[in-house]
């Protein structure tokens, strides 16, 4: 099994483009997670999915879309891009909710300048 | 608001020694609480995790410590090895959404084992 694969790992953008970050997981997990990380933040919830075709927002939701047409695939989308979007991001799954292991991607480090 | 409060940010400890980190909570919803353990270039990856009706939990050279009435759970690491040097996350779920949403992150400890 890959587990949970991430594309791509680096990308940079210009102020205004967009770009959908691509989250698979292999192992049947009805959860997904998608969480941004800046330097000595921890890391924060965007949006997630309790299944196919579920999502709803996280603590961090403005400026990105999600969907969730199969069990597999959770795309992260990123709508005119800002600076402020510069993060790394963690696409996550989980058999169960968040009380139970998440197994995270390797991640895609964002610039936008 | 930050609901999970992580101490201290970074930590340097002398190999065999003991690396204690701790975190806070505010949220009495909260009823999973998990650390993970992050190398650079990687993703966070669980390491071990307690669920209230427990005072401690060990896995190893890994212990987690809770106690509910201070709102309040620790990680030891006991003999603590060059290899242990990465960043931990102290976590939190349950909350309004159950579970269902997400996990609570406190800001990280960057933890080096000096050999």
């Known amino acids: 099994n890959a587990g949970v694969t991430q594309t791509p790992k680096f990308r940079i953008l210009k102020i205004g483009q967009s770009m959908t970050l691509q989250c698979a997981q292999d192992?049947?997990?009805?959860?997904m997670y998608w969480y941004r990380q800046d330097p000595g933040m921890g890391l924060k919830l965007i949006y997630y999915?309790?299944?196919?075709?579920?999502?709803d927002k996280g603590e961090v939701p403005n400026g990105y879309n999600v969907s969730r047409s199969t069990t597999e695939d959770f795309p992260l989308r990123l709508e005119l891009a800002a600076p402020s979007q510069t993060s790394v991001y963690f696409c996550?799954?989980?058999?169960?909710?968040?009380?139970?292991?998440?197994?995270f991607g390797p991640g895609t480090r964002l610039t936008v300048l | 608001q930050q609901q999970v409060k992580q101490s201290p940010q970074s930590l340097i400890v002398q190999k065999g020694g003991i690396s204690i980190i701790n975190c806070a909570y505010e949220?009495?919803?909260?009823?999973?609480f998990p650390w993970y353990q992050q190398f650079p270039g990687k993703g966070p990856a669980l390491l071990i995790a307690?669920?209230?009706?427990?005072s401690e939990k060990k896995e190893g050279r890994f212990t987690i410590s809770f106690n509910k009435s201070a709102k309040q759970f620790s990680l030891h690491i006991m003999d603590s090895q060059p290899g242990d040097s990465a960043t931990y996350f102290c976590?939190?779920?349950?909350?309004?959404?159950?579970?269902?949403?997400?996990?609570?992150f406190g800001k990280g400890t960057h933890l080096i084992i000096q050999p």
């Open positions: 996550a799954s989980s058999l169960a909710g968040a009380d139970n292991e998440q197994f």
């Open positions: 192992m049947n997990h009805n959860y």
């Open positions: 999915s309790v299944g196919a075709g579920i999502t």
């Open positions: 949220n009495t919803a909260f009823d999973y």
């Open positions: 307690i669920r209230p009706d427990v």
């Open positions: 976590a939190a779920s349950g909350g309004s959404g159950g579970g269902a949403d997400g996990l609570t």
